[in-house]
């Protein structure tokens, strides 16, 4: 399926998603709650089969955090970004989505170490890189008056 | 006399866990594995990494593009060459610039030159954990050659950083042409002696025939990309499947074999050297004339928005992810690594294996812990 596809079929699944056609690809915000069923149905659906996992990146917007999903499918190698943001920066969650890709295990663990997302019913959500005494360094408002140098 | 048993402490029933690493020599790097055992069967493997996480994602915020160039070489550095055509192509992309086809060609060239050092050093070090110290010389060896081409044309040898955006940082040598045909007469008939020594050895079969299998399911679920996925049967070859630079001007095949244990992960790095030295022929006599770099504003600044490209390194696919909104460095840049992505199997190939299994199913991923842990 093609961007524009893609957007009106992603649209029709989910109809509280806001969908636009990106420079790339089809860019789908997602309601953090519907989340994981959106992501097993579009793995599930036989048009879409997105069975692979590309990348996953938590991304601090100022305001809010929020993780995006880069998703493509080995039949129809076509590709499909979700995003879910929240404005809870104290305690941000989303669903895990490590028993429909395995592969989100590590990023996940990545997320909540760098951004300090936390993801629900991930199997072992701990820190990956960094000590527990640090912060989160990836957030925007991170301060480290040795190791930043401000220009 | 009574006979004296003494205990050892050690209950088989009980799973027994030891550190491997961090400082292991067949963890390639500062890679901590927790092995829980029993007696000598491995029932889980725990990665412990992070040893040399230099946070290269939040300092690409604070620098602009062409110094990004410079730390992508530090992740993977088998991989330098590609690592920096994935920024370069990236900026080239968002910017909309049109790379002449010199520079794309050359581009080609080097990356094929940077995947044959690359597994050049894996089959030296693989062949190393299993045993075989000679591999690690005739790898080496060879490798020594590449690197001289490197040294030449890029003044420096792994860390080249030869890209720029919008071209190259200077034009090829004058020798580069000869260099690289000599060598690439000079490794097809060198390859052979590297099938002798290990792909046909019968003790190296048996460490390796049906040891870690992958299944295909199983390695698309964990996203296992590379020469590791595509043992599996997996068709994830980037320059197949979206061609950047002068991949689609060029005949070769992809890799892919069915059954994904440690024998074909190795055999489908020996088979790529082959494709790659078959790339680099239809390129090396064909390289046009023109300029080696497009002139390009002296501060690059990325149009606002998200922009994503993957290239084919050594190892698999790096996806670089960049979010700009508009300024001279990045907001966000995340770099999807390989390494990271295939690591995260390991524990699913190395159950119920042995100790030295794991040793031989590490080695076959091939894993470069820099770009694991960025």
């Known amino acids: 399926m093609n961007k524009t596809e893609l957007a009106e079929f992603i649209k029709s699944l989910e109809p509280e998603c806001e969908v636009k056609e990106g420079k790339q690809f089809a860019e789908a915000a997602v309601p953090s709650t519907k989340l994981h069923s959106l992501a097993k149905s579009l793995k599930e659906n036989d048009a879409t089969a997105f069975d692979f996992l590309v990348c996953l990146s938590a991304v601090d917007w100022g305001q809010d955090i929020g993780v995006v999903y880069h998703l493509r499918s080995t039949k129809y190698s076509h590709m499909v970004v979700l995003k879910v943001r929240t404005a809870d920066r104290q305690n941000p969650a989303f669903d895990s989505v490590t028993d429909i890709w395995m592969t989100a295990d590590f990023h996940e663990r990545e997320a909540f170490d760098l951004m300090g997302i936390r993801f629900k019913n991930h199997p072992d959500m701990r820190r990956l890189f960094l000590d527990s005494s640090w912060g989160f360094p990836l957030r925007k408002d991170y301060v480290d008056d040795v190791n930043i140098v401000t220009r | 006399m009574e006979e004296k048993v003494i205990s050892t402490g050690i209950d088989e029933k009980e799973e027994y866990v030891i550190n491997m690493g961090p400082q292991h020599p067949s963890t390639h790097g500062v890679l901590r594995l927790v092995l829980s055992l029993k007696g000598e069967i491995v029932k889980n493997v725990e990665p412990h990494i992070g040893y040399i996480h230099r946070g290269i994602e939040k300092m690409c915020e604070s620098i602009t593009y062409p110094q990004i160039i410079h730390l992508t070489d530090r992740m993977d550095y088998l991989s330098a060459h590609i690592n920096n055509e994935a920024i370069c192509l990236v900026v080239e992309k968002a910017l909309e610039v049109d790379i002449p086809d010199r520079i794309k060609v050359i581009r080609t060239i080097m990356s094929e030159l940077t995947r044959i050092q690359s597994h050049q050093l894996y089959w030296a070090s693989f062949g190393m954990d299993l045993g075989g110290l000679t591999c690690f010389f005739y790898g080496l060896r060879d490798r020594e050659k590449v690197l001289d081409i490197f040294e030449e044309t890029c003044g420096s040898r792994m860390i080249v950083s030869y890209n720029c955006p919008g071209g190259l940082m200077y034009d090829i040598h004058p020798n580069f042409q000869k260099r690289v045909k000599d060598f690439v007469r000079y490794f097809r008939k060198t390859l052979p002696e590297y099938d002798d020594l290990l792909t046909g050895n019968v003790i190296f079969k048996e460490r390796t025939v049906g040891i870690g299998r992958l299944s295909l399911e199983d390695a698309i679920s964990y996203g296992v990309t590379g020469p590791s996925g595509r043992a599996s049967g997996f068709s994830c070859d980037v320059r197949k499947h979206e061609p950047y630079s002068a991949y689609d001007r060029v005949k070769f095949n992809e890799v892919l074999f069915n059954e994904g244990d440690t024998y074909h992960r190795y055999f489908a790095r020996m088979e790529e050297m082959r ?100």
């Open chain 2, 275 to 374: 494709e790659s030295m078959n790339i680099i022929d239809q390129l090396i006599d064909n390289i046009p004339q023109g300029e080696y770099a497009v002139k390009m504003k002296p501060v690059i600044k990325l149009p606002e928005g998200e922009y994503y490209q993957r290239v084919e390194t050594a190892r698999g696919e790096l996806g670089v992810y960049i979010i700009s909104d508009g300024n001279k460095n990045p907001y966000r840049v995340k770099f999807r690594s390989p390494n990271f992505v295939n690591l995260s199997a390991l524990n699913l190939m190395a159950k119920d294996f042995k100790i030295a299994d794991l040793v031989a199913i590490g080695g076959s991923l091939d894993l470069v812990i820099p770009d694991i842990d960025r």
